[in-house]
């Protein structure tokens, strides 16, 4: 009983993650290796970029204001308290540019568009249909991983910098309406504080977000298996892991891009 639960526990606890990094790490050498020599498919990247870009960007639109506008009313209350409302502008700029966009960005474009592409190439495992592409000499990387890659890489830094206009003007407004803040002491503040390099920054975040997303979903459902219950599965796992890879990523590029002083 003893020798049979630890077994159990390290077939599920090391060994399976293991061999999964060892598929995604295969995984994503195909992948890799087709968004470079051939070319991808115009035609199918531009379908992959507004699928993943101009269907995401009414939801990104939408948060940035609630999130902007949130950070207007709690940074500008707790400013109040010190007198400093004039920093309203400079703490949200930072905030947002640097932490706030790319982490929504990615986790909304993950709920969206990742767990779409998770599912839709599931169920194209578990009907055969990637079989019936390898008979064609269709290779299934170029057709449909490395389309979605690259469409993410690109439009996940477009998405962040959208997020952080609208999220900018959200608590330029908030602080003027609710805080009497300055209009002039506001933008200068914030020119003062946030530097461009912030931006890029965070459109660099965005743009390691977007690999990830994109590569979990398609890797998740590339090996499903199962039916509609692997289906269901895959998406699932595909979401989660995606989460989890957005914010362990997060946290060393954070340490990469932080300005240290020697």
């Not at 949130?70 to 920093?87: D, H, P, T």
């Not at 990615?106 to 839709?120: I, Y």
């Not at 997020?163 to 803040?181: K, N, S």
């Amino acid at each position: 009983m003893v020798v049979s639960t630890f077994n159990s526990f390290v077939q599920e606890f090391v060994i399976s993650p293991i061999s999964g990094i060892g598929r995604y790490t295969t995984f994503m050498g195909h992948a890799v290796s087709r968004c470079v020599l051939p070319p991808v498919s115009f035609r199918l990247l531009l379908r992959q970029m507004e699928f993943v870009g101009n269907r995401s960007l009414g939801i990104v639109s939408i948060s940035a204001v609630m999130i902007g506008a949130i950070f207007g009313l709690i940074l500008g209350n707790i400013f109040r308290k010190f007198g400093a409302e004039s920093m309203l502008g400079a703490a949200a700029g930072i905030a947002l540019t640097k932490e706030m966009a790319p982490i929504m960005c990615g986790f909304l474009v993950t709920a969206r568009a990742g767990s779409a592409m998770a599912a839709e190439i599931a169920t194209m495992r578990v009907n055969e249909q990637i079989d019936a592409m390898r008979v064609m000499a269709v290779n299934p990387y170029g057709y449909l991983v490395a389309p979605r890659i690259v469409a993410a890489l690109l439009v996940m830094p477009l998405l962040a910098g959208v997020f952080i206009l609208i999220g900018v003007g959200a608590a330029f407004f908030t602080g003027v309406i609710f805080y009497d803040v300055d209009i002039g002491t506001f933008l200068e503040k914030m020119r003062w504080m946030v530097k461009m390099r912030y931006v890029f920054q965070g459109m660099e975040k965005a743009a390691v977000f977007g690999v990830i997303l994109a590569s979990i979903g398609c890797f998740k459902g590339f090996f499903a298996g199962g039916g509609a219950k692997g289906v269901g599965k895959a998406t699932t796992e595909a979401v989660v892991t995606s989460l989890v890879a957005i914010l362990i990523s997060d946290y060393f590029i954070s340490y990469l891009q932080f300005d240290k002083v020697f």
